[in-house]
């Protein structure tokens, strides 16, 4: 699957609620990560990479992780021509929900 494929870059609604939970200034990053994906999945600041399957993960088959700080990461996977974004949290929450730890 080729980084950031789709047309259409959303944020569905239970990325939108976990975000609302991380406070204003994660907010504004997570915006401003949003936004440089929607220019360019590729930047070199994104971090954009794969997620492979560890048998314990939570998350969707072909999904890929860009980083929005150094301690906050958000999940996407491309579904037809659409970019959806359906995760985001820290560092720590993201171990945990790939199945990382």
Known sequence: MSVGRGNRNVRIKNCKN???????RIVSLADEAFLTFVNNPEAPVLHNHPLGDTHRGRHRKGSRAV????????IYVVDG???????????EDYNIFTGRK
């Open 81 to 91: 021509d659409t970019n959806v974004w359906y995760w985001i949290g820290s560092h």
């Open 18 to 24: 976990q975000l609302a939970k991380l406070g204003k």
């Open 67 to 74: 980083s929005v700080t150094f301690r906050y990461r958000a």
